[in-house]
């Protein structure tokens, strides 16, 4: 008796964008939540600190974990991505 692994489900385009740009967003979060333990978002007193600088640091700082995701990142999102689409095939 033989056996066969199980057909893999073909993904539609769209899915696998929709799975790539999830897989991206949550390796901006981990990111960003890296940077804000690194200190990076902190007010400095170089421009002149205030309420708006507090407001608005972590802003910036999820700007830029995302363009860092966006263009590769750590690598944490292509596994993810895997991880995405395994779980997917499995359904």
Known sequence: MQV?????????PLA???LKDAAIELEAAFLSEMMKSAGL??????????AGEDQFS??????????LAR???VGLSEILLKSLM???DDV
């Open 41 to 50: 978002g902190k007010t400095r007193q170089s421009f002149g600190g205030g």
């Open 16 to 18: 696998q964008t929709r």
């Open 71 to 73: 263009a590769g990142g």
């Open 86 to 88: 395994e779980k997917t």
């Open 4 to 12: 066969s692994a199980t057909p893999q489900v073909a993904q539609t």
């Open 58 to 67: 972590s802003f910036l700082v999820q700007h830029q974990a995302r363009e």
